[in-house]
């Protein structure tokens, strides 16, 4: 059995403590949060008795294999690095470091201990992003020659997070991560990219509109946009994707729907996500890539396999999220 320490009891944790009792050959051991109140709360509800409120002592003492970083952003090296140092494995929220500098020195600690790193980039696991990418890869379409990953929203996702309001970049470092993560996986490595922002939340102090187009080294041009500014018939938390293709189109639309229009057939397929007992909608989507991301964070361990997300993967999605800030301050088109 794989021992899981998870570091951070908040918001989003719940989620994760839910895919590990999901998971097979896996269980959390041990949690940690410098919250009292937090940690108290989440022994309970998961019966977790091994509980600190300090990160390293927990992996000193608590006889761990892995530990589930599931804190916010400033304490990612600080406790990845810790991780490298005890021996341990460790998968880590997104967004997975502050700055391109302490990602790279992140994954090579890793490397040097010889130990697995997974970035929790769970949007591409979702099931009908899944299945888009099945039917990309299987050439439904043909060559794709031009892609759009969408993400609009008015949801109010201040309310649980409520730093998402005061950290000074809001889309792009939070949820356009994902979407240029999902453009990463479907369309390839990306050579020049520009963006424009805007925040018509005035409320808030980071930017909630973010549109990015991107020239892909496989050829194909994208445009990743992204907005919780958005109100109309609401979606969140769907990301929508429309592929062309040189022999047909694929639309993965709202409501899971997704259709293939090829040589004057249209197949038209219900991907909707299963509602995992412990889920609740609208975030159910979500919630079954949680437990998916972690199913296959533990068949990487057993099988000694580098995650498709694994930490060096995501220092390209971290580029692209850097690249995009620099194109929307000063206009610029940016090689990531
Ligand atoms: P949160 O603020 O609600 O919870 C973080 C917890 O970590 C807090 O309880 C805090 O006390 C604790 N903490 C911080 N530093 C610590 C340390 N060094 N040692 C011990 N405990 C520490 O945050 P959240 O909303 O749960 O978000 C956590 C992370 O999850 C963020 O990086 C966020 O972007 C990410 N997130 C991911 C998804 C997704 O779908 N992948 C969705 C929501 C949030
Ligand atoms: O998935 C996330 O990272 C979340 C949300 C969907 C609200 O943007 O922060």
């Known amino acids: 059995m794989i021992k899981v320490g998870l570091i951070g009891c908040g918001f989003f944790a719940v989620n994760q403590m839910q895919g590990w009792a999901d998971a097979e050959g896996a269980c959390v051991t041990a949690i940690c949060d410098r919250d009292p109140d937090r940690l108290a709360a989440m022994g309970a509800r998961f019966g977790i008795a091994q509980r600190y409120d300090d990160a390293a002592r927990m992996m000193r003492e608590a006889d761990l294999d892995v530990v589930d970083i599931a804190t916010t952003v400033p304490s990612h ?35 040097r201990a010889g130990r697995i ?29 031009f892609g759009r990953v969408s993400f609009r929203s008015g949801y109010d996702v201040f309310s649980g997070q409520p730093y998402l309001a005061t950290d000074p970049r809001f889309i792009i470092q939070d949820l356009g991560i994902h979407i240029l993560d999902i453009a990463r996986a479907l ?75 090829r040589g004057g057939d249209r197949q038209v397929r219900d991907v909707a996500p299963p509602l995992l007992p412990w889920a609740e909608r609208p975030w159910h989507n979500i919630q079954e890539s949680v437990a998916l991301i972690q199913q296959d964070f533990t068949a990487c361990l057993r099988e000694g396999r580098v995650p498709e997300t694994s930490g060096r993967d995501n ?17 610029s088109r940016v090689r990531p």
């Open 77 to 111: 090296r600080p406790l990845v690095m810790a991780a490298a140092e005890a021996g341990l494995h460790a998968i880590c929220q997104k967004p997975f470091a502050e700055t391109l500098e302490d990602a790279r020195a992140m994954v090579d600690a890793m490397d």
């Open 315 to 331: 220092l390209a999605t971290l580029a692209l999220v850097e690249a995009a800030y620099a194109s929307a301050r000063d206009s």
């Open 117 to 145: 790193l997974m970035v929790h980039e769970n949007f591409r696991w979702q099931s009908p992003v899944r299945a888009v990418l099945a039917a990309l890869r299987e050439g439904a379409v043909g060559r794709p020659f």
């Open 187 to 261: 369309f390839g490595e990306v050579d020049r990219l520009s963006a424009s922002t805007a925040r018509i939340n005035p409320a808030i102090r980071g930017e909630d509109v973010a549109t990015i187009l991107m020239d892909h080294a496989s050829g194909v041009t994208s445009v990743v946009d992204c907005s919780y500014a958005t109100r109309r018939d609401e979606t969140f938390p769907q990301t929508l994707i429309e592929i062309d293709g040189t022999e047909g189109t694929l639309r993965l639309e709202a409501g899971y729907r997704l259709v293939i229009d």
